[in-house]
């Protein structure tokens, strides 16, 4: 066995009675995989897959040990006896690989709603949740023995069901981190004051549990290390409760979080904004203080983080779920010395983080297995048809993964000299480089499956017909479009089409697929997590001097086609990162910016992905000025003119640029030639209709597994 | 009381052919009752209801015609409702009324959340909220789609249904197509937006020839500039001639989808003076087609009037028979005089396109959307439809006795006299208002304490809010159903113990909340104003008039912005201070989210999002921005606190907390929490022991 290059991430380390193979932990996450109220086959292949990829221990989603607990629709009811056979199916499924299972036990006390149960939520003290916004029953001395009770019939259903060890959530959204917290518990009883106290709910519980399970299953106990919410549990009080912990003796392991799920979630599934491992604080101070084994979590992705966590001493274990979201066999790709193949999570939290919040199931921006790991793969193609796939953007390159990870024979042909269309845009924003890990993941898989691109080389009828392809896939992406309410003549794309800036549509050499030598392919972009060059706005020529007001669109920005400076006026249309990106950037520039949006807030699709909190807190920094309910009438000299739409009065702003982040329009007319012509030809991604990466990395997935 | 069997709402009329029982129509709706994208035993239960209560015609929730479209969750897909189809037919059918299915598909207006596919639309028209760009349709999709249509109809008739209705009006690709707003094609599709539905009627018709065919038509979409109006709406009608049965008139576009159904802000019928006029000009054309009216029709004489002046030929009163099932019945028996738990329209729990997918409720018929259903949470004892109960009796036999809970008492078989033990309930609230009429409904002897002179407790202090006038009605209800069935009602009376000391069969306590603590410091002189209090007495708040208040709204809830409409209308000057980004957030399920911004832009009042207060002194609000921590001040005259209640648990902790709370002296929720959980723990009382002690428990 060679050296591993993560040798202590590679190591064994036990938790109690359980045996752990190595420091990767794929820690609880909810899925929204249950069905009323009861495990899925889904969720066996989903905990499954990570185990067959390497995983060193799985700690299902929690389960809830009550019925006056269910906060949201698809949580599992751990307390009806009828789970077992769920469990039964999702441990069975995880130790074939050898993998030890735990399940997460819970009680979100007043962090919930009674919306499903028809019953009061039950809480240390009548505090109403600041997300859920429902004051809960202050609970009496007979319920607490009724909620410790339940956490020991659950514990023992998880042992019958086949767990290897339960795991008490504890930390943020939990009826336990309620009474340890001086913000949720005002009580005046044995069960509120000191922390001897406030602790005592939560020592009552391990020590029923223990007493339920006995021995030979684990136990451990996840803590908050700081609420990060006045007058709340800090990393102090954290340790202390650790040590209380320790010091009764039926604990096997500490796991960690940081923040409450309803207050301040933004800190707990950080996105991309925040900086990796940026929690790892609160697993060292509870390392310092105790000899139990301590879980740390906090975005950290990829295994040199992980080694280096353990290494430098932050934790034992590292808890690593989006990761392996994102990429399954991540644990395997790095023991074997392949970590470059891993398919490294974003962090931009689309489609895992964000579903979550709107009670769908969960999946990943690039993984379109992820959430339907219990469906059949797809199978190998019955003929090989050679596709030509039109377009090297994130819909396009997972088209000809797929298409080629079949069996068929693919050429990609890109317009411009680099892969990744508006992903290059949109990472080359600060805070938004590792959203261009989604191209570089494609582009480690595209170089593996040997699938060829010609770069500077856009399909054009002439083209696709001398190379002759079965099947024309196209993926030509979108482009700015101007609104209806602005004159074409201060439009800035008009400037452009009419000017010289056509060169991305100049003819060029046709090849075929039998060539060899392929004129125009360019070196592959190099697999690394930089993103594309950063665009430097001191060496951008600006094409056109704003003598009166222009409107532009936000990639005319990001392409530094347009430099705009002084008074910047953005419209938000769109809802997502593209007005707040680039009201960051040319606030940085030291434009005065102001952002505007027709909707209720700037940026309302923020709110899903935990970027709103984020945004808002820089955009105060950074002196940029918000107003919503605005609807564009208009531009004229040196000003733009909006209806606040709620009251109908005019608005008028200064301006010396308007920057557009509006719907763009599909290029869509290469696919209406082809279908024209009687070519099997398919679209994906925002040719079909402009809408976020996710649509495009599916449709391109479907397509390539359809053909 | 005299029954007036000429009511035109009780009357059959035929539709192809067929009768219906009465012109009352029960509307298609979102239900999440749902297993998946299928029909379950609970939808059958919930239209079964309602036929049985009277309801001539049912329209199922709208099936999606194929699978492109997944609007919602649990969005029925036509594909697989057959057997649930077939099921309802069956079960609504029994009870006297026609089944008809929806059909639709969203359009642009849907969610590629679930399909994870595009948006299919006439033209790439983004839908306000969503934002999401949709996929032009090809003519090949446009194809497929009346494919489906018609495919998704025959399945209907053949599971039994007596017709379908075509989906027009409010998230639908047909309006859309109809609509200038979003139909910009350069096709024949575009030169001619009556096509697409042209063509779907033609291949419905075509196919199932004998079945009825209604259409949900959209006739104002409150956007003249591009959108349908009536005057548009009349020329669509004449150019689908008579290949319809009947049309039901609805309003609303892709920027007013609150408009369709709105709640109490809204006058009942609001939409009667367009449906008339296109009436009219129907007539100058000679064209007579059936026509069925919509649009917050709850008061039964509006929805008689419209029929007897020949405006319309029925009336959808969806939501008044989701508040009571027995509308028709109700209506049958004692006419216009009739007593029925009235729709308040507050859009609180009928509403429910939201993502975490609530079932269908109703805030003061705790039954609805739980019809029978054993399993479930809000399992009720007495689940018997009234309407069985009349059956019973012969027709006119005795107008004159009273309705609703002596018959299920008679039924019961138990009564006591006001000489036995009586359960004493302490609150004339919605929660002790339930919880008394339902005992009573039970049999018991029943005693009513409330300490205000007024029965209805917050139901009647929110109805002093402006455009929340109609929560009254629900406690008259209540009031006027405890008064004959013999509740003993002891008002202005504050309970003590001594008061509970006398043998009783249970006490319940139903006191209500309390003002909630404040999370920042008030000066001694500083003005706090309690918003139930200030609803109370409206006239006289406590502070001069026209004073500038701070209305604290950590909640964005039902409330404080209720009172801040009502006294900035009555010259107050109101800044609302909220940590949300919206003010409102919970208005959204009810609709009114968007509507409020532009009346409370309207009334001047100042909106500070993303602050807290830190402290309040007499003439002074300090505030503090929640991302910069900036802290700055406002002059004003007080706050109002319109944060968390808490329970009022005196006099519960006054008699060493023995007997059982419900509603908000448990734990202050809403309205519907309250009624709930009387309706329950008065379907709990045990009926077979006797007189229990003053100190001992109700039990649970």
Known sequence: MTMSRYPILFSPIRLGPVKVENRIVFSAHLTNYASNGLPTAQHAAYYASRARGGAGLIITEEHSVHPTDWPYEKMIHAWKPEVVSGYRLITDAVHQYGTPIFAQINHNGGQGSGMYSRLPLWAPSPVADPLFREVPLEIDEEKIEEVIASYADVALRCKQGGFDGVELQCSHSSIVRQFLSPATNLRSDQYGGDLENRARLLLEITEAVRHAVGEEMAIGVRLCGDELIEGGTGITEAVEVAKMIEQQGVVDYINTSIGVATATLFTIEASMQFPPGYALFIPSAIRYATNLPVVGVGRIKDPQQAEKALSEGYCDLVGMVRAQIADPDFANKAANGTPEKIRLCLSCNQECVGRMGLNRWLGCIENPRTGKESHLPPRPARTRKRVLVIGAGPGGLQTAIAASSRGHEVLVLEATPHPGGQIRLAASIPHRAELFDLVRNQMNTIAELGVKILYETPGTLRSIKEIDPSVVVVATGSIPQRPSWLPAHLYFQDHIQAGSATSLSHPHPVTTFSEQQLPGVRELYPPSSGGPDKLDADSVEEPIMASRTVAVDVRHVLEGMATPRGRVVIVDDLGFHQATSVAELLADRGCSVTVTTSAMIVGQDLGITLDLEGWNMRAAAKGITQLTELVPEGISEGEIVFLHHPSGNRLVLPADWVVLAVPPEPSESLYFELIEEGIETYRVGDAVAPRKAHAAVLEGNAVGEML | ?700
């Open chain 2, 1 to 700: 009381m005299t029954s007036d069997p000429s009511l035109r709402l009780c009357q059959a009329f035929r539709i192809r052919g067929l009768e219906a029982s009465s012109r009352v129509v029960f509307g298609p709706h979102e239900t999440n009752l749902g297993e998946e994208r299928r029909f379950s035993q609970r939808h059958v239960a919930y239209y079964r209801r309602r036929a049985a209560g009277g309801a001539g015609i049912i329209v199922t929730e709208e099936a999606a015609v194929n699978p492109s479209d997944w609007p919602y969750e649990r969005s029925p897909l036509a594909s697989l409702c057959e057997r649930g189809w077939r099921q309802i037919a069956r079960a609504v059918h029994s009870e006297g009324a026609l089944a008809i299915a929806a059909l639709g598909h969203s359009g642009g207006q849907g969610s590629s959340a679930y399909s994870q596919t595009a948006l299919l639309a006439p033209s790439r028209v983004p839908e306000v909220v969503s934002r999401e760009i949709p996929k032009a349709m090809e003519s090949r999709d446009i194809e497929s789609t009346i494919n489906s249509f018609a495919r998704s109809a025959i399945s209907a008739i053949t599971a039994g249904m007596d017709g379908v209705e075509i989906n027009a009006g409010q998230y639908s690709l047909v309006r859309q197509f109809l609509s200038g707003l979003t139909n910009h094609r350069g096709d024949a599709y575009g030169s001619n937006r009556l096509l697409f539905l042209k063509e779907i009627l033609q291949a419905i018709r075509s196919r199932t020839p004998n079945a009825i065919l209604g259409l949900r038509l959209c006739i104002d979409e409150l956007a003249p500039w591009a959108g349908i109006t009536p005057e548009i709406a009349v020329e669509y009608i004449l150019g689908l001639a008579n290949s319809i049965d009947y049309i039901t008139l609805v309003r609303g576009s892709i920027y007013s989808a609150w408009a369709t159904r709105p709640d109490s802000h809204v006058e009942p019928g609001f939409n009667l003076p367009a449906t008339r006029m296109i009436k009219e000009a129907l007539k100058a054309h000679d064209l007579s087609v059936t026509l069925i009216a919509q649009g917050s029709l709850v008061d039964p004489r509006q929805a008689e009037d419209a029929i007897a002046d020949g405006v319309v030929d029925a009336v959808e009163m969806t939501r008044a028979q989701i508040a009571e099932p027995d509308l028709v019945s109700l209506l049958r028996l004692h006419g216009l005089r009739a007593r029925y738990r009235p729709c308040i329209l507050c859009n609180q729990n009928c509403q429910v396109r939201d993502p975490r997918n609530p079932v269908i409720g109703c805030i003061g018929n705790p039954e609805a959307g739980y019809e029978g259903a054993d399993e479930l949470p809000g399992n009720f004892l007495d689940t018997k439809p009234l309407s069985k109960v009349f059956d019973d009796q012969p027709e006119n036999e005795d107008s004159s006795r009273e309705p609703t809970g002596t018959e299920r008492s008679d039924r019961a078989g138990f009564r006591e006299s006001r000489s036995s033990p009586p359960v004493i309930v302490i609150g004339g609230g919605p929660a002790g208002l339930e919880c008394a009429r339902t005992a009573a409904t039970r049999g018991f002897h029943v005693q009513l304490y409330e300490r205000s002179h007024r029965l209805g407790g917050a139901l009647r202090f929110i109805s002093n809010a402006d455009g929340k006038q109609r929560f009254s009605l629900l406690a008259d209800w209540l009031e006027g159903e405890c008064m004959s069935l013999g509740v003993e009602v002891i008002l202005g009376v504050e309970a003590t113990p001594e008061h509970l000391s006398a043998p009783s069969r249970a006490v319940v306590i139903c006191t209500g909340s309390r003002p909630g603590r404040l999370t920042f410091p008030i000066s001694a002189d500083g003005v706090v104003i309690d918003p139930a209090e200030a609803l109370n007495n409206i006239g006289s708040i406590g502070v001069p008039d026209g004073s500038h208040l701070v209305a604290w709204d950590p909640l964005g809830g039902y409330l404080v912005l209720p009172l801040v409409e009502t006294l900035a209308r009555r010259g107050y000057e109101l800044t609302v201070v909220t940590p949300d980004l919206i003010v409102g957030t919970q208005l959204s399920r009810t609709g009114d989210l968007v509507p409020l911004q532009s009346r409370l832009a309207h009334l001047d009042v100042r909106m500070l999002k993303h602050h807290r207060i830190r402290e309040v002194s007499a003439d002074e609000v300090v505030v503090e921005d929640i991302f910069t921590n900036r802290r700055s001040s406002i002059s004003a005259a007080g706050i109002i606190n319109g944060g968390p209640r808490l329970p009022d648990t005196d006099l519960w902790n006054a008699t060493n907390r023995s007997y059982d709370r419900i509603g908000d002296a448990l734990a202050p929720r809403s309205i519907a929490e309250a009624i709930y959980e009387g309706r329950r723990k008065a379907l709990e009382l045990p009926l077979s022991i006797s007189t229990i002690g003053s100190t001992v428990s109700s039990g649970s």
